[in-house]
C-alpha cells in the first residue's frame, strides 16, 4: 500500500514536471520581438563575471536585442569557434584574440566593419591607436573592433629594490630603464641570502618564454617574416642577438634562474624576485598577494629601440548574418568598447583613447604605466598558420634558454622549418584558388 | 525440419538483441574508421575550402620522414617501455599482497583504496599531480626538502617522462589490481598446500603455481595496458603539454594538435593509422611470446 502511495507521489511528480517543462519550451518559442545574438569567449576566470555584468547590462538598456553569453577555456577555443565557423553554425559574436585573427579572415568567418563605422551608431577611428587599429586590418578593410591592449609589462619588487638600495632622490623605488641599469639591478638583487651555496633571490625571471622572448626581439628590432609574409626571417642577425642576450641574463650574468627548475610567477609571488615581464592580465592575481609590495612600469629600452609585445581581445561579427543580426551585433560590440573602462578594472587596458583619458581610468596606477607602452606595442606577426609558427618559435627559444642549442642554431632550425610550413599553404592555397576558379 | 526453423528463429532473435550496439559500435566506431583510413591517403586541411584531395601515400611518407613524428613515436614508445613493465608487475605485487589479507573487510577497504585513483578523471588527476610536482611549494618537494633535495620533476627532459610514468602508475594500477586479485582467488588452495608438504618456499609457490596459473590473465594485462600506454595523452597534455622540449609530445598529442589546432585532418589521420600499426604489431608479438606453449 505504500508502495503504491509512493509511486503515485512520483507519477505526479513526473506529470508535473513535463507540463512545467512544456510551459517553458512553448514560452521561449513564442515569435521575439527582440533579436537574439550568441557571443563567445574564453574569459572564464574572473573576467568572465565582469564580462557578463556588461552583458546584462547591454541587455537591460536594449530591450529589442538580447545576448547569450557562452565561455569556453581559451586552449579549446579556437578549435570549437573554427569548427562551428565550418558548421555554419559560429555565434553572432565573438572575441579572437589579434594574432589568431588571420586564419578566421582568411576562411571567410568574420564580417569588416567599415560600414558601419559612420552613420547612427559610428564611432570615431582616430580614437583608436593607431598600431592598435592596424593590427585589425587586411586589405584596407577592418575585421574586428578591439576591445582591450593588454602588453607586457616590467612588474618589480619594490621591497627587494629599496633592500638593495635601487632608490630615486626621496628614497622609493626606481625601475630600471636602460640595459645597464638594468642588469645592474638584477646583479644587486640576485643574492644566496642563506649562505649554502645556492641563489634564492633572483633579480630577474622569465614567465612566459614566448612574450618576454619576442618583445626582446621587438627592441633589437628584428624581422618576423619578409614584406611579402613569405619568407621566414627569424635568424636575422637581430634576432639572434635579442635571444643571445636572454642567454645571458640566465648564463653570463646569471641573474636569472635556468628555466628548467624554476616556477616563475610563483617565485616572484612569494617575494624571492626583483623583476619580471608579465601581461597586465596578471595584475587581478598579484592583488590577491596582499603581502608583496609591487609596482609596475614598462619595459626597459634594453635593446635598441623601445619595443614590447601586446595582444588585443577583438570583438568580431559573423560573416553571413541578415541585416537585423547585422545591425544588433554591431551595436552590442560598440557597447562594450564604449564602456571598455569597466573592463579595464579586471586587468585590461582600454583601446580608446579617450576611455584611457578619464578619471576613471586615471586611478588605475599600473595599468596606466602598461599604457604608456601602448604607441610602440609590437603585435605577433599576422599569418593563417600562427600555431604552427608558435611551436617552432616556443621550441627554438625554449632549446636556447635551456643551453641545450645556441641561439643561431635553434633559429636556424625553426626558420628552415617554418618555411616549410609557407611553402605548403603556398601550395595549398593555390590549389584552393584554381578550385573556387572552377566552381 | 521444425527443429531447424527454431534454431533459425533463434539466431535472428539473437541478432536483433545486438542490433541496438551493432548500430552504435559501427556507426562511431567501424565507419569512422573507415572514414579515417580514406582520409589518411588525402590531403585535407580545413584551413582552405578546398575539399580532400586524393595524394596517395604522400601522407605516410611525410610521417616516415619528419623528425617531430619520430620524437613523438620514440616520446610514446620510452612510456610505454618504462609504464608497462612498472605496473604490471606493481599490480601483481600488490594483489599477491591484497590476496594475503585474510580479513574480509579489511581486504575490501584496501581493494578499494586502490582502485579509487581509477575513478577520478584525468583532468582532476592531471592538476592534482600537477601540483605535487611543483618544483617551489609542491608535496613532493617539501619532503624531500628535508633532505636538502629538490627535484625538477616536470620540468627536466631526463626526469619528465619518469614523473609521468609514476603519476600513471598511481592512477591505473588499481584496474589491473582488481583483475590479478579475482585471478588468484581462482586459484585452488590445494596446490598451494601440495606445493608447501613438497617443501616449496614462498618464491617457488608463486614461480611455479600462482605465476603459470596467472598466465592467460597475465597476458590480457599486459596487451591491454600496452595498447592503453600507446594511447598516453591525457597524463602529459595536463601536466606537461608536452614539454620540456617536446620531450613528452607524445602520438596521440602530435595527432591532437595536428589535426585541430593546425587543421591538417589527412596527416593526422594518417599518422593515426601509423599508432594503430604500431599497438597491432606489439600486441600480436606480446600474443607469441605469452601463448600457451
Redesign the interface.
Known sequence: MRLLRLYRVFFSAAVLFSLFLLIVVVGCDRPSDHVTIRFWNGFTGPDGRTMLGLVRQFNQDNPDVRVLMQRMEWPSYY?KL?VAG?GQRAPEVCVIHTDVLE?FI???FVYPVDNFLKGEHGIDVNDFDENVWKAVEKESKHYALPLDVHPLGLYYNKTLFCEAGIVDASGNAKPPINQQVFIDAALKITRDLDGDGTIDQWGFVYTWFRTNVYAMMAQWGGPIFNNEGNTCLLNSPENVQALQFCVDLIHKYQVAPP?????AW??FR?GKIGMAFEGIYMLADLEKQTDLDYAGSPIPKLGKVKATWASSHNLCIRSDLDEDKQVASWRFIKYLTDHSVDWAKGGQIPVRKSLRNSEAFHSLEIQNEFANQIPYVHYMPRV??I??FY?EFD?AI??AL?G?ATPKAALDVATENINKVIERHKR??S??RT??DEQ | MGMSNKMRQFTWSGYMFLVPYLLLFSSFLILPLIYGLALSFCQWEILSPAPPRFVGWANYQEALNSEYFWKAFWATFRFVLMAVPIIVSSALLISCGLNQVTARNRQSFYRAAYFLPTLISISVAGILWRWFYNNEFGLFNAFLADWGLKVPWLTEVSVAMKSIVLMTLWWTVGGSVIIFLAALKQIPDQYYEAASIDGAGTFHRFLYITLPLLRPVLLFVVVMSIIGSFQVFGQTFMMTRGGPELSTRVLVQYIYETAFTNYRMGYAAAMSWLLFLAIAVFSIIQFRLMRER
Request: net charge negative; hydrophobic share 25%.
Open positions: 578549435n573554427f565550418l586564419r582568411q576562411a571567410g628555466p628548467e627548475n624554476y616556477d610563483i617565485g612569494q593563417p598558420y600555431f604552427e611551436s621550441l625554449e632549446k635551456r641545450s595549398l592555397f590549389e584552393s578550385h573556387g
